[in-house]
């Protein structure tokens, strides 16, 4: 099959290839005298057009755990690319955020360490020490309690946890106690171990939620997934594109950008977010300071929260943080917002005490509870 | 390790002088030193570097907190889960094994089975990971050929009471896969040593079959076959990918434990642990390679 990813990959690949034999032979020539590496604003490099030439005269760019697939990543790096001209180099999309920082520190000073994290909010709140401030030149449009305040890290997307299931075989869930029915006998899936991965944590926490429960206490989760397990409804292997296309996992718990991603690639596959409270969470943008392309780094960051990029969120089904001044200005790409819809419904997610009272929780019943 | 005087004493003979001794004992040691820097640079530094961060805080200050951690009910669970896995799929393969080994030895040494099912284990036991995983789940998964086959034609749900393949009992027949022809390759060689004049030996003393098995083939295999077992133990608790490629709830074996401990996006801070774990590990592989030298010196007063 030629589909457009694949079409978009080979894009990628044949002009990593010609501009690094471009390269070969030519040395690397600063554009300006600014030290990119402590730079908190476009200003400091003299404007965005400096900037852009700074980036464009390190050439590349290393991301991590950016899956093409992942809220539309692969369509938003393609841009960067073409735009710039610019090669992003893109390692191990598949990787937990604990992991993003771990090749920080292990790569460490080599030329294909990552440059710039895409965190879920408990691990950037950890790893403070590792984040260089940067502050985009439409800083005053995301939301205050979306951002650290000098910039060291910035929300950047966020979806609601939705439930994906194969019309095709199996009926609409429209509470979380349909989905003890037999209709779904083992057909009920996570993204990950809720322990490890969050997805799965945020899908406790919803159905903590919609249990009646509050964030305070993840056990009302737990013990749904508890009395899924028991009647033989939960599957524990982790959803990918994958097995939704095998049949694998007929029911996934997920956040709704992947379902809506996987929609598009799978016949039948529809998603549903359940009435009453919507758990959301956003996902947060940093620099590494040990960037070893710290001008496209700030670049990157500058390309993302433009309203381009932004909306490229919505088209894969993810929330962009600059959403309000986008509808305001009009410049928000109405279709593919009329497709998503808007998020409605009380909206909750957990302070960084709430979750790390439920990880600990979690650490301790999961295991016990899914066996 | 042999030390330089015990070597110099195996070596001893008429006529040679001392420096010449040292000189044949020195090149020993230079002829192991390849193989000695290897294991220090790649096994022993690691091993020790891991297993010393059990002992530390993310800060640096020493602490038991992951070694009493070792004692959560969680954590024994998953060392009983591994130790379950690996004792069933050891003691299993290498009885199933040893029967082939034993069909084997009837067949032509060089015949076009033997060579056969010899070249087949060869490959079968490296056979491991995500594609040993996916091959199992194309065949018994959920969806699997075989598990649509059953249900289909013959009304059989091998999953009624939930899918076990993803769980620890699932591991079972995905290690045999590879656990029987390691057996298989590890253990020929004990079995081709046992000499046909020694069952003509005893036929000519008045034996039976029974009392060659029991008093002369058993006692001469039973180390090697012990050695077998317990490596087939080993190979199958610090199996790792192809758990991780089935297993994806709950870090119900050690090894995955670890993954968990290094890679989780929100049990923060357990880093370290994984250090403790990998020290369970060990301490679990000591005990069992003590019990093989045991069990050894006992079988070897047989083979005097």
Redesign the interface.
């Known amino acids: 099959m030629f589909n457009k990813r694949t079409f978009a990959g080979l894009a990628v690949f044949t002009a990593a290839a010609i501009t690094l034999s471009a390269c070969a032979g030519t040395t690397d020539a600063p554009a300006s005298d600014v030290d990119a590496s402590v730079a908190t604003s476009a200003a400091d490099f003299g404007g965005l057009d400096a900037l852009i030439a700074a980036a464009q005269a390190e050439g590349e760019l290393n991301v991590i755990a950016l899956p093409d697939n992942w809220a539309n990543y692969g369509e938003i790096k393609a841009l960067f690319e073409e735009k710039y001209g610019i090669v992003v180099n893109s390692a191990d999309p598949d990787?937990?955020?604990?992991?993003e920082i771990?090749a920080a520190d292990n790569l460490k000073g080599q030329d294909t360490a990552p440059d710039v994290f895409d965190?879920?909010t408990?691990?950037t709140l950890?790893s403070l020490d590792y984040f260089a401030p940067y502050q985009v030149e439409n800083w005053d449009e995301i939301p205050e309690g979306n951002k650290e305040a000098t910039g060291l890290w910035v929300n950047d997307y966020t979806g609601s946890m939705s439930i994906g299931y194969d019309s095709n075989s199996v009926p609409e869930p429209t509470s979380l106690d349909d989905l003890l029915g037999d209709d779904y006998r083992?057909a009920v899936a996570?993204n990950?171990?809720?322990?490890?991965?969050?997805a799965a944590?945020a899908a406790v926490g919803l159905a903590t939620v919609q249990s009646g429960g509050t964030l305070d206490d993840f056990q009302d989760g737990i013990d749904f997934f508890e009395k899924l397990?028991d009647a033989?409804n939960?599957?524990?292997?982790?959803v990918t594109s994958a097995t939704i296309a095998?049949?694998?996992t007929k029911v996934a718990f997920d956040w709704s950008y992947n379902n809506l991603a996987a929609a598009a690639t799978v016949d039948g596959w529809k998603v549903v977010t359940l009435p009453g409270t919507v758990y959301t969470s956003f996902y947060n943008q940093a620099i590494s300071k040990d960037a070893p392309h710290p001008a496209a780094a700030r670049l990157w960051q500058e390309f993302l929260y433009s309203a381009e990029a932004q909306n490229l969120f919505i088209v894969g089904g993810a929330y962009p943080v600059t959403i309000q001044t986008l509808q305001d200005a009009g410049t928000v790409d109405a279709d593919a917002l009329g497709a998503l819809g808007e998020l409605d419904g009380e909206l909750v997610t957990p302070t960084a005490d709430q979750?790390a009272a439920?990880?600990?929780l979690?650490?301790?019943k999961?295991?016990?509870a899914?066996? | 390790m042999t030390d330089a005087s015990t070597s110099v004493d195996v070596s001893g003979g008429a006529g040679v002088t001392p420096w010449r001794h040292r000189l044949r004992a020195t090149g020993k040691f230079l002829g192991l030193t390849p193989f000695a820097i290897y294991v220090l640079l790649f096994l022993a530094i690691p091993t020790t570097l891991a297993v010393s961060t059990g002992f530390f805080t993310e800060d640096g200050a020493l602490t038991f907190d992951n070694i009493v951690g070792l004692f959560?009910?969680?954590v024994l669970?998953?060392f009983g889960a591994s130790f379950f896995v690996s004792a069933v799929t050891a003691i299993v393969g290498a009885i199933i094994g040893a029967l082939v080994c034993y069909a084997l030895l009837g067949l032509r040494p060089d015949g076009a089975v033997r060579s056969f099912i010899d070249s087949v284990s060869s490959v079968l036991a490296q056979f491991g990971g995500v594609m040993l995983a996916f091959a199992f789940?194309a065949l018994m998964?959920?969806?699997g050929l075989l598990t649509l086959f059953l249900k289909n034609n013959l009304g059989i749900d091998i999953?009624?009471?939930?899918?076990w393949l993803?769980?620890?009992p699932g591991l079972l027949p995905v290690y045999l896969y590879f656990q029987v022809p390691l057996m298989v390759i590890t253990f020929m060689p004990a079995m081709q040593g046992l000499k046909l004049t020694w069952a003509e030996a005893n036929a000519t003393l008045g034996g039976t079959r029974l009392t060659y098995w029991t008093r002369i083939a058993a006692p001469v295999l039973a180390p090697s076959f012990f050695g077998s077992l317990l490596l087939l133990f080993a190979n199958a608790f610090s199996s790792y990918a192809t758990a991780a490629a089935l297993?994806?709830?709950?870090?119900?074996i050690v090894p995955l434990q670890i993954?968990?401990a290094?890679?989780?996006?929100?049990?923060?801070?357990r880093e370290n642990m994984a250090g403790a774990l990998a020290l369970g590990m060990i301490i679990v592989m000591v005990v069992v390679m003590w019990g093989y030298s045991v069990l050894q010196t006992r079988t070897s007063r047989w083979q005097r």
Do not use: H, K, M
Request: no cysteine; hydrophobic share 45%.
């Open positions: 990787i937990s955020s604990a992991e771990a965190l879920g408990a691990v950890d083992g996570l990950g171990d809720p322990t490890q991965a969050g944590f397990n033989g939960f599957i524990p292997v982790n095998a049949g694998e979750a439920a990880a600990a979690l650490a301790e999961w295991a016990a899914i066996s | 959560a009910p969680n669970a998953s789940i998964g959920g969806q999953y009624a009471d939930g899918n993803y769980q620890v297993i994806s709830q709950g870090a119900q993954r968990g290094l890679v989780s996006e929100t049990v923060l801070g």
